[in-house]
């Protein structure tokens, strides 16, 4: 095994983790107050990590929604994946077996995403890496949502402490962080402007959940466009 790649692995999992310490902080609260015990909120950490998902989750188990509607709309939001998953088979196809390749798609969140294809541009993937990488912020995602999920009594509100907007905060970062080119940024742009038009359009219902996919498909779409027009 390659200490180096691993020892970078740990390294660059880091601000991830910081940036779950709310996040995950905030849904173990979100979780309690919607009604899951303990050993229900950490679960879901465990088997799901989605923090979107999971937050959409916690919401409708609040909100009494059942547990079809529930799944199907986790579905839906979390289908980005199957994009970004595509978007790593050059890079993963010939440095790591196609066996655990997939078992280590089970840690690929946006900010693991983005953080392992940022070092994907100038150093060759390798296992000892990503598998250090999924594992460090599945478990600081984890170990926060246990913590927010045993203090969540004791919070009467997230909102006032600001933890509400640590999510997108966390996803404008990540973004920043791969704009290399100004074809990234129209792209960008354009994902931003339909996943809005999208939420107007199928407000306060199920469609609403449907502007994540629009956005990411629109994004994709132009962003392959414009760079082979270059």
């Not at 919607?34 to 409708?60: N, P, R």
């Not at 949502?145 to 509400?164: K, M, Q, V």
Request: with cysteine.
């Amino acid at each position: 095994m390659n200490t180096q790649e691993l020892k970078q692995g740990f390294k660059d999992s880091f601000p991830i983790i910081l940036g779950y310490l709310p996040l995950g902080f905030t849904f173990g609260v979100l979780a309690r107050d919607a009604g899951l015990s303990l050993l229900q909120a950490v679960a879901m950490s465990v088997l799901c990590f989605t923090g979107a998902g999971q937050f959409i989750a916690a919401g409708m188990f609040k909100a009494g929604g059942s547990l079809i509607a529930i799944i199907l709309t986790n579905l839906l939001v979390n289908l980005r994946y199957a994009l970004f998953a595509a978007s790593t088979v050059p890079y993963l196809r010939e440095r790591i077996p196609p066996a655990l390749a997939a078992a280590l798609s089970y840690g690929l969140t946006d900010e693991v995403y983005a953080v392992s294809m940022n070092r994907y541009r100038r150093h060759p993937a390798a296992t000892p890496y990503l598998a250090a990488l999924v594992a460090c912020s599945h478990l600081g995602w984890i170990g926060s949502t246990l913590a927010g999920a045993l203090l969540g009594s004791f919070i009467s509100s997230t909102d006032r402490l600001g933890l509400n907007f640590a999510l997108p905060a966390m996803y404008i970062s990540l973004l920043i962080i791969l704009l290399r080119r100004r074809s990234h940024i129209y792209a960008a742009l354009a994902a931003a402007c339909t996943a809005l038009l999208v939420g107007q359009l199928f407000p306060s219902t199920m469609a609403n959940k449907f502007n994540i996919i629009a956005a990411t498909l629109v994004g994709a779409t132009l962003g392959v466009i414009w760079d082979e027009r270059r």
